[in-house]
């Protein structure tokens, strides 16, 4: 968007008015860029379910899919595969490898989301204590002995520190993204030290280490289960932030102007905020918290898709899917037997990535 045909620059993802020839370029470049991203995460799924301590072909992989597709032999068929080699694909390793990409997806929207509304560059789909709320809504139901109620008591966790984060961001006036910043920040700490006190209190043998792997982020425990309901968050979800993909837009130069383009501004706030809310919980509830990937990702993809979220939306989603895939691989087998949780291997990867994005960002939203 511009004024008197002058490009104007506002928070991350602010975008310009440009010749007509140069979107035309940056189009073709982000067709290109998609269709790429797209096929190097259907073949790098396909590879990694094929590596394990069993030997996995990758004519295997992909006869065992269509297998249960229905559209190839299974079972006793004659070219059927073997029934121990179709159960490590289909019951093991193709859910824990789809999941990640759904929530590798998930968190990278997340963040480019939150980016936007809240205009801060350094902002994640954690800022607002989503992800504390969610490890505190695990840690009980786990201490209790309730473990299969996990995913729906991180989901709850929060979405109830979402309502506190906001109801104490709008104690004093209108929601503000500093606002809602520092209520995350006090609600994440506040979860984050009853989490400590349960932990302290009561953890021990068995439900220790399954904390533990949850917090620091996992999708060892990835069931078809896992695949639908973070799948099901993305697709309703992430389907309607990219409709909205226009008012992200506008949200990059500020309330003032997004209201001048006939946006309710706090109505569409606290949506996307909900929305985001709703797709974080459901990616935590199957993974723990993953950290990085909404962070880097978007920074990452916009040098590709341009600020415009209409590009940068499914960009992102798909890149995001492609580095947690490679990252929660690096983590089952760099250390083979033993396994990292993928949170570890996202943070070593993450945190030098970062350095040099702020090394090399010159926008004045980083200074």
């Keep these: 968007m511009a004024t008197g045909g002058v490009t104007r620059e506002a928070g991350p993802g602010a975008p310009g008015r440009v010749p007509r020839t140069a979107r035309s370029l940056a189009h073709a470049r982000f067709v290109l860029a998609l269709a790429l991203a797209v096929i190097t995460l259907v073949l790098v799924v396909m590879l990694a379910v094929t590596i394990g301590p069993a030997n996995v072909a990758l004519g295997q992989v992909s006869g065992s899919i269509l297998g249960h597709l229905g559209l190839g032999p299974s079972g006793a068929e004659a070219g059927a595969v073997p029934l121990l080699i179709d159960s490590i694909v289909w019951e093991l390793r193709l859910p824990r490898v ?12 997340s ?5 936007s509304v809240t205009r801060n560059p350094l902002a994640d789909p954690y800022l607002l204590g989503l992800s504390s709320g969610a490890s505190l809504g695990a840690v009980c139901v ?8 996990l995913p729906a008591a991180a989901f709850l966790g929060a979405l109830l520190a979402l309502f506190a984060t906001l109801s104490i961001a709008r104690v004093g006036g209108t929601i503000t993204p500093a606002r809602a910043v520092l209520a995350g920040l006090a609600i994440a700490q506040l979860a984050g030290a009853g989490t400590s006190f349960i932990i302290f209190w009561s953890a021990k043998g068995d439900s220790y280490r399954e904390i533990l792997n949850w917090l620091l982020g996992s999708v060892a425990g990835a069931t078809w289960e896992s695949v639908i309901i973070s799948g099901t968050a993305l697709a309703l979800v992430g389907t309607g932030v990219v409709l909205a993909a226009t008012r992200l837009d506008a949200f990059a130069f500020g309330d003032t102007a997004a209201a001048s383009l006939g946006i309710n501004v706090n109505a569409t706030r606290w949506a996307l905020l909900g929305s985001v809310a709703l797709l974080t919980g459901a ?3 199957v993974s723990g918290a993953i950290g990085f990937v909404g962070l880097i990702l978007p920074h990452l993809v916009r040098g590709l898709s341009g600020p415009g979220h209409r590009r940068l939306l499914p960009l992102v989603a798909v890149c995001g899917a492609l580095f947690l895939v490679v990252a929660d691989t690096l983590a089952r087998t760099i250390f083979d037997p033993r396994e990292l949780p993928v949170g570890i291997i996202t943070a070593f990867i993450g945190v030098p990535v970062f350095i040099v994005l702020i090394k090399r960002k010159k926008s004045s939203a980083w200074s």
């Design 111 to 115: 963040g480019a989301v939150m980016q």
């Design 142 to 149: 786990v201490i209790l002995g309730v473990g299969f109620a």
């Design 283 to 285: 990616m935590v509830a």
């Design 98 to 109: 789809l999941t990640a990409a759904i929530v590798g997806a998930g968190l990278a929207i």
